[in-house]
């Protein structure tokens, strides 16, 4: 079984910076691409960044120039760093990651719990 785990939520101020962490841990032959999305009450779920496995990026138009999405493969590990944050960033975070179980096994998605990033006025 795979799990995957973000962390690095909480409270900041507009203008402020925050880091947010992703580790998938199991049976894993390898990572094809991760990435982040976020939701907030009344809105539809929205992707911000994904990564592949050649460390292509792309980015929403909201979040360029002021998030950064990287990874490290050793550590099955993402990172989302943001930077500028404004109060319509607030939402629950999920991460995500595409991956495959063996060399035989199809790509699947699977997804943390996700953390609340909340930023003030």
């Known amino acids: 079984q795979v799990q995957v785990v973000e962390s690095g939520g909480g409270l900041v101020r507009a203008g402020g910076s925050l880091t947010l962490s992703c580790s998938a841990s199991?049976?894993?032959?390898?990572?094809?691409?991760m990435g982040w999305y976020r939701q907030a009450p009344g809105k539809q779920r929205e992707l911000l960044a994904f990564?592949?496995?050649?460390?292509?990026?792309n980015y929403a138009d909201s979040v360029k120039g002021r998030f950064t999405i990287s990874r490290d493969n050793a550590k099955n590990t993402e990172y989302l760093q943001m930077n500028s944050l404004k109060p319509e960033d607030t939402a629950v975070y999920y991460c995500?990651?595409?991956?495959?179980?063996?060399?035989?096994?199809?790509?699947?998605?699977?997804w943390g719990q996700g953390t609340q990033v909340t930023v003030s006025s």
């Open positions: 995500n990651a595409d991956l495959r179980r063996s060399s035989w096994s199809p790509r699947q998605r699977y």
């Open positions: 199991g049976s894993i032959f390898s990572i094809d691409v």
């Open positions: 990564i592949t496995s050649d460390d292509t990026t």
